[in-house]
């Protein structure tokens, strides 16, 4: 859902070209395709593709909050908005509820989807309905300079463990507010308190949909009370009931003032670690999610290509899709910022040098689990504004966590009737 910033990838390294084809291997040469994705895209990715297969590319771009209402208008309107489009994971509910796309499993073969451990974020009732070709997922931040500096050598592996190294921290007045937590009403409060919900061993939903999250023993449960208490020992600045996951990374944990980010981005960790854009270079790294068990876990929220029922043109449609989601493109399209969602992929990449904090991705990424097991739902817009307005409402101290609890199961449950 975020697009990366910044490469996290020795550029000069990465050269390794596609290779072309033999000329006899371009069967749908003198075809033409649409293509609508989130901007910005390399500008060379036409011209390599049509180099291939001799497909010509209109490579067509919009920002990535204008590109939903313009698949759904067309879709609704029984128009193709392209060849081949954008495919978010939180729309995956509402898209195939609508039947709107092609199931790919008869064209994209067993080892892609192995290698591509997301797809199953994109898999309804057996149907791979888009093929991941951008990896997000949460792993946590830290500044290994205040853990050195405040004598704590190793890496916490489980809550109890993040929270002591987050009170040393404080003790030895290296930062006043070390953990980085956003408590807004926004997206990134929603997306830390499901993160903690599977760090507490739990799930939102069971496999209909009825909470997991209201009795004082479950995982979510567990995981407002865990941030209300982060807040209230003093590990988490109050002032973050106003601000942004995007402000905390780029005004707090760039800057040296806290020295752990709970949910935090990989596409961040190159920004994080250019002397031009951040006063903390050098000293940001990823590690592995503490959890309560101490068995690690994370979940995905990637982005997709995907085909249209209704495009015209779905041979030369797969081959792009098959061909931007190859080893080889990935590899390469990682210097424009893209992580890999191959495991083969981010494992070249890391044994060669080119990705920072690299054995921790690589490790993460083969722990990312869908959100929703059974499928992101069609309501999911109206939960995560529910959760976060909840988390908010608790921070504030306007709540309890049992309040709050009940208000976001209130709200899935008319979310679920509409």
């Given at each position: 859902m975020h697009k990366f910033t910044l490469p996290f990838v020795a550029l000069a390294a990465l050269v390794a070209a596609v290779p072309a084809l033999a000329?006899?291997?371009?069967?749908?040469?003198?075809?033409?395709?649409?293509?609508?994705?989130?901007?910005?895209?390399?500008?060379?990715?036409?011209?390599?593709?049509?180099?291939?297969?001799?497909?010509?590319?209109?490579?067509?771009?919009?920002?990535?909050?204008?590109?939903?209402p313009k698949l759904v208008t067309s879709l609704i309107?029984?128009?193709?908005?392209?060849?081949?489009?954008?495919?978010?994971?939180?729309w995956t509910g509402q898209f195939s509820a609508a039947d709107w796309y092609l199931p790919l499993n008869n064209v994209i073969d067993a080892d892609t989807v192995?290698?591509?451990?997301?797809?199953?974020?994109?898999?309804?009732?057996?149907?791979?309905?888009?093929?991941?070709?951008?990896?997000?997922?949460?792993?946590?931040?830290?500044?290994?300079?205040?853990?050195?500096?405040?004598?704590?050598?190793?890496?916490?592996?489980?809550?109890?463990?993040?929270?002591?190294?987050?009170?040393?921290i404080k003790e030895k007045k290296i930062a006043t507010y070390p953990i980085g937590l956003p408590l807004s009403p926004t997206e990134g409060a929603s997306t830390s308190w499901y993160l903690?919900?599977?760090?507490?061993?739990?799930?939102?939903?069971?496999?209909?949909?009825?909470?997991?999250?209201?009795?004082?023993?479950?995982?979510?449960?567990?995981?407002?009370?865990?941030?209300?208490?982060?807040?209230?020992?003093?590990?988490?600045?109050?002032?973050?009931?106003?601000?942004?996951?995007?402000?905390?990374?780029?005004?707090?944990?760039?800057?040296?003032?806290?020295?752990?980010?709970i949910s935090g981005e990989p596409g961040?960790?190159?920004?994080?670690?250019?002397?031009?854009?951040?006063?903390?270079?050098?000293?940001v790294e990823a590690i592995l999610v503490p959890t309560a068990s101490g068995e690690t876990r994370s979940f995905g929220l990637p982005e997709a290509l995907a085909i249209p029922r209704v495009s015209q043109n779905r041979e030369a449609a797969i081959a792009f899709v098959k061909w931007f989601t190859s080893k080889d493109f990935q590899k390469k399209n990682a210097a424009n910022g893209a992580l890999p969602t191959r495991t083969s992929a981010l494992s070249?990449?890391?044994?060669?040098?080119?990705?920072?904090?690299?054995?921790?991705?690589?490790?993460?990424?083969k722990t990312v689990e869908p959100l929703f097991p059974q499928g992101t739902?069609?309501?999911?817009?109206?939960?995560?504004?529910?959760?976060?307005?909840?988390?908010?409402?608790?921070?504030?101290?306007?709540?309890?966590?049992?309040?709050?609890?009940?208000n976001i199961a209130e709200a899935a449950k008319q979310a679920m009737a509409q």
């Open positions: 000329q006899d291997a371009k069967p749908l040469a003198g075809q033409s395709i649409t293509v609508l994705m989130p901007s910005p895209q390399a500008p060379n990715i036409p011209g390599d593709f049509e180099a291939e297969t001799g497909i010509h590319v209109n490579m067509q771009t919009l920002s990535w909050d204008d590109i939903r309107a029984g128009t193709a908005p392209a060849d081949v489009t954008e495919f978010d994971w939180s192995k290698d591509i451990g997301v797809s199953k974020i994109f898999t309804v009732n057996g149907n791979l309905l888009g093929v991941p070709y951008t990896n997000d997922f949460r792993v946590m931040l830290i500044n290994k300079k205040h853990f050195a500096d405040a004598g704590i050598t190793t890496m916490p592996k489980t809550l109890d463990e993040l929270v002591a190294a987050a009170k040393q903690l919900t599977k760090a507490f061993g739990g799930e939102l939903f069971d496999k209909d949909f009825k909470p997991l999250f209201v009795s004082k023993d479950s995982a979510g449960y567990k995981a407002l009370a865990f941030e209300l208490m982060l807040l209230k020992e003093g590990l988490v600045d109050p002032a973050s009931t106003g601000l942004k996951d995007s402000q905390i990374n780029e005004s707090m944990f760039a800057q040296g003032v806290t020295s752990i980010m961040r960790i190159g920004q994080m670690n250019d002397p031009k854009q951040s006063k903390v270079a050098g000293q070249e990449l890391n044994a060669a040098g080119q990705l920072l904090s690299g054995d921790t991705l690589v490790a993460q990424s739902p069609p309501w999911y817009p109206e939960f995560s504004s529910a959760v976060n307005t909840a988390i908010n409402s608790a921070a504030k101290g306007q709540v309890s966590v049992d309040q709050a609890m009940q």
